[in-house]
């Protein structure tokens, strides 16, 4: 039989980031408040994470209501209008309606309509899972503009007494655009799973109908967000240098060329061993918005690059090495130029 000849896709072309917007709920929560719930004392708290204050979304600051700001935001930076958008990509753990897709409402919202839309769940790396699957799309001339979300509400899935997580999680949304490139504005990712740490961190139970038609007993029995710190802390610390070390391999690049290092803001206590572990360069910019945000998971990496670049403390067209990592035990991370 005649064997059907497929059209061989066109020459691969270069990527980057266009623009970068963010939303930061109003509510500002500081670690007395922690305290006060928690029975952790306000310099621990401090100690142990390097958070001073975090923002907890209220009932209007919807993921898609964040997201989309954050969209909108990232659109008007890279001069994009939102029918040029192709594909639409939220990451999230906490859009706690099966279907539709978060990505779907918000494409919806700012006005894409014409773009495909889908979620990806990969906890604090989904990320930069999202770039690397956008970055591929436009390489391979399957879009011309993909929109990449990062948004969470993880005060919702919080036992806001526990003492292992209350004081860390957080909300907020940040996105990107990532379009066509004259140069290589995005490297390959590196990524991986390793399944047999996933009772480290992950939810306490399963969804049960009774919660999402409106919840029986006590908060602090829903199904929520749970840590052994101890166990993410250890693999963050002897895993992911070794994973930088394979994205640096991967570009041809030194960590001596690095201008900006931008870790999912997961802890203050394993950005400070990354960095000692990695030598960066004295000038290297390193991303600490954890201390005002707390760890919004897949929101916390576009979150902090556009605070550095608002802030003036990173530059368009720097060299930033991105790494997302959290609950499976997953990492993702890849080296960009800053839009």
Known sequence: MPTTTLPSPSMPRNTRLLGVGSYRPTRVVDNAQIAANTGLTEDWILARSGIHTRRWADSAETLPVMGAAAAEKALAMA?????QIDCVIAASITHLVQTPALAVDIAHRIGSDRAAAFDVGAACAGFCHAIALASDMIRLHQAEHVLVIGAER?????NHHDQSTAFLFADGAGAVV??????????PVTWRAD????TALGMSAHWERSLVEGGQGSPDSWPSIQMVG?????????????????ILDSTGLTIEEIDVFIPHQANMLITDHLVGALGFKESTVVARDI???????????????????ESGAARSGDTALLLGFGAGLVYAGQVVHLP
């Open 154 to 158: 993880m005060s919702d899935i919080l």
């Open 195 to 198: 399944g047999s740490r996933m």
């Open 79 to 83: 001069g994009v209008v939102p029918s």
């Open 178 to 187: 990532v379009g066509p490139a004259t140069a290589p504005g995005i490297g």
């Open 291 to 309: 201390v005002r945000s707390g760890n919004t998971s897949a929101a916390s990496i576009p979150l902090a690059l556009d605070a550095l670049l």
């Open 230 to 246: 101890w166990k993410v802390f250890r693999w963050a610390t002897t895993e992911l240098a070794p994973a930088v070390q394979q």
